[in-house]
């Protein structure tokens, strides 16, 4: 197993003086060196072959004891120097002070086979300096959830981290999952989680909290040089203007990816948003079944939604905001930093135009296209219909009312179906006459298959691969990485992954809500 390390950001970066995992306020550094704690029987469940193939790896690798042993967190190969990174962030609308990594340990950054740098995090690995009163350590039923959807909205085209590979530990870990009182022992595993960088608001947050401008220059300047390569001209306000606008757009075009597939990430804390414009962190997330603006999977958010789907463009403008405010100590004036949040407001708005049109299959968007998906927005919700099949299903057929009775499979709610019968007709005969005005039926059927997927990770789909994981069987977890390489795709013999979420399933835990627990 060949791997390049470059670790630029523990040789360019201050670091913590003290090493180890005992908890501490660790301040005027950004990382921490602090080793994984060795487990009892690392096993290899599952790996992205996309990822190996990036990192330059082979199958024959992972069939390597070694590779277990890696990436179990028993075993070190050269070049790696692990260490855990320090961020604060505010979570729920409240600033938390430090945070850190406190269950992610990274163990250096690779060059992989494009030449680009890849840092390499194990997520599950034991304690660290950030981990308060915690174990550092994670679950078998999230790890199997982060594995998955890392590689699933990849493959929707959603800009993610990605995940290597899915490793059991063969320890114990005790959890206490609905927070009632009742912790019980549970499978431990890691998922080796891949990214350009793992930076998120909350680094720049932190130093600016303590007042230590000096840190967050360095760290603005190291995070420009090394990920914004293209900004890396002479130093000064135009070019950190330039690199938060930078950061604003490419999460808005985030946020518009995860509306359009219909992603809810469930703990958009400024801590678990990507400076990269990546969806970071898959704790309590989900797909929305029934389309519902309010539905948030996070049980902890069950009172204020606060990170509900409808909600998800105001949350990242209001983390944006909060990083402005951290970053406000390197500017004479507010404007430029106005002017990136305006940025971000006109690329949602932009991103929004554009995916309006293409999940309708329109040529090109005219400003009555967003009275007609508003409209069809509030019919979904009203009939409680299925988003992913709905706008699926209104691509297999031509437009009109006629289609109705096919979209009728979509609908969760017989009565509800006849109850909105007749503005359903309407609807489609404004879409028809929309369509019409392109002409080109087949091009509206193309471009609307390039952005609906037929198969997403629905909740309900992925408890069923941890129960039979739980049961020994890993077969759910690679029939569903299988099927979710393309998404995109009609996979005859596959229908069972494209059907509407089973009644069984509306209430069960981890196929409705999830929480936090770990």
């Known amino acids: 197993m060949q791997l390049n390390f470059d670790n630029r950001f523990i040789a360019e970066l201050p670091g913590d003086p003290v090493a180890g995992p005992q908890a501490r306020q660790v301040k005027g550094a950004l990382w921490s060196s602090v080793a994984p704690t060795p487990v009892a029987a690392p096993r290899v469940l ?139 022992p549970e499978p431990g595993a890691i998922v080796c989680r891949v990214a350009p960088s793992f930076l998120r608001f909350g680094h720049f947050e932190l130093p600016a909290a303590r007042g230590d401008v000096a840190l967050l220059r360095r760290l603005v300047d190291f995070t420009i040089a090394r990920d914004f390569p293209e900004l890396d001209g002479p130093a000064g306000e135009a070019r950190d203007a330039a690199w938060f606008a930078q950061v604003c757009t490419r999460t808005a075009e985030l946020m518009a990816h995860w509306m359009r ?123 409680e219909v299925d988003m992913t099949l709905f706008f699926r299903e209104l691509g297999e057929h031509a437009p009109g009312p006629q289609a109705l009775e096919a979209l009728r499979e979509t609908f969760y709610d017989a009565t509800k179906s006849e109850l909105h019968a007749a503005a359903f007709t309407d609807w489609l005969t404004r879409y028809a006459a929309r369509c019409a005005q392109d002409g080109d039926e087949a091009a509206r059927r193309a471009r609307m298959r390039a952005v609906n997927p037929r198969y997403v990770l629905r909740n309900y789909l992925a408890q069923e691969a941890i129960d039979r994981a739980h049961d020994g069987d890993l077969g759910g977890i690679h029939a569903l990485m299988e099927v979710l390489r393309r998404p995109y795709e009609d996979q005859p013999g596959r229908e069972a992954f494209a059907r509407k979420r089973p009644d069984w399933a509306r209430d069960r835990a981890g196929c409705s809500m999830l929480s936090c627990s770990s």
């Not at 409240?94 to 163990?107: E, K, N, P, T, V």
């Not at 030449?115 to 034991?126: C, D, F, M, P, Y």
């Not at 493959?155 to 870990?173: I, K, S």
């Open 261 to 383: 597939v219909g992603f809810v990430h469930g703990v958009m804390n400024t801590d678990n948003l990507s400076i990269l414009g990546l969806t970071i962190d898959y704790g309590p997330y989900g797909w929305i079944d029934d389309f519902d603006p309010d539905w948030t999977p996070n049980t902890t958010d069950r009172q204020g939604r606060r990170y509900r789907y409808g909600w998800q463009s105001q949350v990242a403008f209001w983390n944006l905001s909060r990083l402005a405010g951290a970053l406000s100590p390197l500017f004479a004036d507010p404007a430029p930093l106005q002017a990136g949040l305006q940025a971000y407001a006109d690329a949602f708005a932009a991103c929004e135009r554009r995916d309006t049109a293409a999940k309708l299959g329109l040529a090109q968007y005219t400003p009555a296209d967003a009275a007609l998906m508003a409209d069809l927005r509030a019919l979904l919700h009203a009939a």
């Open 46 to 184: 599952a790996w992205s072959p996309e990822v190996v193939a990036l990192l330059g790896l082979h199958a024959e690798d992972i069939a390597e004891p070694r590779f277990a042993q890696v990436f179990g967190g028993n075993a070190l190969v050269p070049g790696m120097a692990p260490f855990a990174t320090n961020y604060g962030g505010h979570q729920f609308g409240h600033w938390a002070g430090q945070l850190g990594d406190g269950r992610a340990i990274s163990l250096g950054e690779a060059i992989a086979v494009d030449g680009r740098r890849q840092e390499l995090q194990l997520k599950g690995a034991g304690p660290t300096p950030y981990s308060r009163f915690a174990d550092g350590r994670a679950v078998l039923r999230s790890s199997i959830r982060e594995f998955l959807c890392s590689e699933a909205m990849a493959h929707l085209g959603v800009p993610t981290t990605r995940a290597l590979c899915l490793v059991g530990t063969g320890d114990a870990v005790i959890r206490d999952m609905f927070y009632d009182g009742h912790a019980a």
